[in-house]
């Protein structure tokens, strides 16, 4: 039987363009340093006012992946 162990931690992205941009940045980012990402849950959506204007959509996401096991 397989044993797997997940570890999650929470990421903001941001984008000038969109949310779902942000959520991608966030993900794409993290993948450049972590391994077998499986899940990402957006649990808030924001955004940044300049001058009454949005200036950049963040993403806060929680991110999950596998622990690798050295046997």
Do not use: P
Not at 10 to 26: C, I, K, Q, Y
Not at 62 to 67: A, C, D, E, I, V
Request: no cysteine; net charge negative; hydrophobic share 40%.
């Amino acid at each position: 039987m397989s044993v797997s162990a997940y570890k999650i931690i929470e990421l903001v992205g941001t984008s000038e363009v969109s949310w779902e941009e942000a959520a991608r940045n966030a993900v794409e980012t993290a993948g450049k340093s972590l391994r077998d990402l499986r899940i990402a849950e957006v649990t808030e959506l924001d955004m940044k006012i300049e001058d009454g204007k949005v200036a950049a959509y963040r993403a806060r996401l929680n991110l999950s992946f596998k622990y690798q096991v050295k046997e």
